[in-house]
């Protein structure tokens, strides 16, 4: 592939327009200005800032991006009354370069049932409309909502109305992610060589993933002529979503033999804007999503791990590292095989084959390997804390606390109060304990019972069977006296579940502590 012949892939990112759309997510001022300097850090050639019609909210903070944000195009979105286009442009007076995108339906449906209008009337109406953001700006994009289920022919009249009035960019939206890859490449074909027919006109693909096609619809639109790919982080968006802005830039990055294409984005930058749009819009990426979820360079299964180990490319087709994450890891769990034991082990800093306290040879190895495929299939996913218990006392630590029973009471103008009952070494200790909520009532009681008062990390709660009487999973990061553990607790009821998260991190600790007190002990790597 010659450099002559890579062709650039324009980003257009839609997060606080189309993303901003997902059903339960409003996002404020500020935190649409702070995603808006991320999308700018990570080098997306268009940020579609808002609709500004919308509200006076909207347009502030439009108006804001504008001023603000330096880099990519602005862009705000508009129907095609004068109105909407008036106040698109006015948003949009302070940006460095801006664009108006002007939007009409092209669906049968959709003209004669929401906006009452014939095909002629949609026609006219986004001529006019086109005309009329010109009078603002050069760059004027134009879209017909629902291409994929609008009559082709009338598609294509309707773009060329729209260029021949001025449109610079013209956006085929499937906009209920109706299509599939070979119809919607068809269709991108059909336009380039029908309207645009070398023109100075970009055309852009704006996908959903209703049928979980929108990467590959947007793909197939590359293929067949489109330079610009519209698309939001982590794919949020109207239902299923939009197409997700990581998978199509590294789609095109990793496969550019095939797409002999380029962007502008700095892959590094994925993951942190990623974990932003996640955490401030509260929508949680799946573990098993492409680039940015938690599994997406984590392997489990002994036969990857064994090949990653030899070499990374048996299962890795890109670098963690160039989406902006830590290396790929191994999770240890009960369908690890023996080399990924080995190498956690030695990550750990045991000595495999040696003299010291904890020098493993072979049949030292296979014995802590069966224990440790005991404990997985007890517990799930292994830790390092289990691992370093496994090796240093051969078992599971032990549990010097167990829950006797726990009681919490809760709700609204009532402050939270957890009642605990813990089995000690010296009879049961009972404790009763106020929080913030119903959960850190439950921490604090189980302190107060067993003495030991750790510091919170990081807390995370998740359904780990299905149904009604699904269990949830707590863990619980902690941290005490330099020592770092991961509690783990399981129970249909969440709050019981935080607390014996707790207290399991809690004899963690004991447990620890006791080992650092004993003579026979070596030192912990
Ligand atoms: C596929 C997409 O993502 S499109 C963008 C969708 N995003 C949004 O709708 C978010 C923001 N929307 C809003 O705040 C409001 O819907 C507003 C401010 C745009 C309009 O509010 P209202 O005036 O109360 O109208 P309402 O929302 O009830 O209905 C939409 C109107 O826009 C008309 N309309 C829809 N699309 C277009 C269009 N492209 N061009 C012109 N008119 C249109 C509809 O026909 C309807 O008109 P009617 O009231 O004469 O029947
Ligand atoms: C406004 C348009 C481009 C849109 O979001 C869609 O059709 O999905
Ligand atoms: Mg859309």
Redesign the pocket.
């Known amino acids: 592939m010659t450099a002559s012949s890579t062709r650039r892939i324009h980003i257009f990112d839609t997060t606080l327009r189309?993303g901003e759309?997902s059903p339960g997510v409003a996002l404020n001022h500020s935190q649409k200005i702070e995603i808006a300097h991320g999308l700018a850090r990570l080098g997306v050639d268009v940020i579609e800032a808002g609709?500004p019609?919308?509200?006076d909210g909207d347009f502030e903070c439009v108006s804001r991006i504008a001023r603000e944000v330096r880099g990519p195009t602005i862009a705000a979105?508009a129907?095609?009354?004068r109105a909407d286009i008036e106040r698109a442009a006015a948003a949009l007076e302070a940006a460095q370069k801006r664009r108006i995108h002007v939007?009409?339906?092209a669906s049968a449906v959709q003209m004669q049932h929401?906006?009452?209008k014939t095909p002629e009337q949609v026609i006219e109406s986004s001529v006019r409309a086109v005309e009329f953001a010109r009078q603002f700006t050069d760059d004027v994009e134009f879209s017909g909502?629902d291409v994929m289920r609008a009559d082709f022919e009338f598609v294509i009249r309707l773009y060329r109305a729209a260029i021949e009035a001025g449109a610079t960019v013209i956006n085929i939206p499937d906009?209920v992610g109706y299509g599939t890859p070979i119809e919607y490449g068809a269709l991108i074909a059909r336009v380039r060589d029908e309207i645009v027919m070398g023109r100075n006109v970009e055309i852009s693909t704006h996908c959903h993933d209703d049928l979980g096609m929108a990467t590959a619809n947007s793909l197939a639109a590359v293929e067949n002529g489109a330079t610009q790919i519209e698309c939001t982080i982590n794919g949020i968006g109207?239902r299923a979503g939009n197409t997700a802005l990581e998978e199509v830039v590294m789609a095109i990055h990793t496969r550019r033999d095939h797409y002999q294409a380029e962007t502008g984005i700095h892959t590094r930058e994925i993951n942190r804007v990623s974990r932003l749009v996640s955490r401030l819009t509260g929508m949680v990426v799946p573990g098993n999503k492409a680039i940015v979820g938690d599994n997406a360079f984590a392997h489990e299964s002994g036969i990857h791990q064994d090949g990653v180990l030899k070499h990374k490319e048996t299962y890795e087709i890109m670098n963690a590292e160039l989406v902006g994450r830590e290396a790929a890891v191994m999770v240890m769990g009960k369908h690890s095989g023996r080399a990924a034991f080995r190498k956690a082990l030695q990550d750990l800093g045991y000595e495999l084959e040696g003299e010291n306290d904890h020098g493993l040879n072979d049949d030292a190895l296979n014995a802590l390997f069966v224990r440790f495929k005991e404990l997985a299939d007890r517990k799930g996913q292994i830790y390092a804390d289990d691992l370093r218990s496994l090796v240093e006392a051969g078992t599971e630590v032990e549990q010097t606390f167990q829950i006797d029973s726990i009681q919490v009471l809760s709700g609204t103008r009532v402050t939270p109060t957890a009642t605990v009952r813990i089995e000690t070494p010296d009879g049961i200790r009972e404790a009763a304990a106020t929080g913030d909520g119903p959960v850190s009532a439950v921490m604090n009681a189980v302190s107060q019972a067993t003495g030991i008062t750790p510091e919170l990390e990081s807390y995370r709660v998740q359904s780990v069977t299905r149904g009604n009487e699904a269990l949830g999973e707590v863990n619980a990061g902690v941290r005490y006296k330099g020592m770092t553990v991961m509690g783990i607790g399981l129970a249909t009821d969440v709050v019981e579940a935080s607390g014996r998260a707790w207290l399991h991190a809690i004899n963690q600790i004991v447990a620890g502590q006791t080992k650092e007190k004993s003579p026979m002990t070596a030192e912990t790597p």
């Open positions: 189309d759309q609709f019609i919308t509200s979105l129907r095609t009354a939007f009409t339906s929401m906006l009452r909502q906009t109207e």
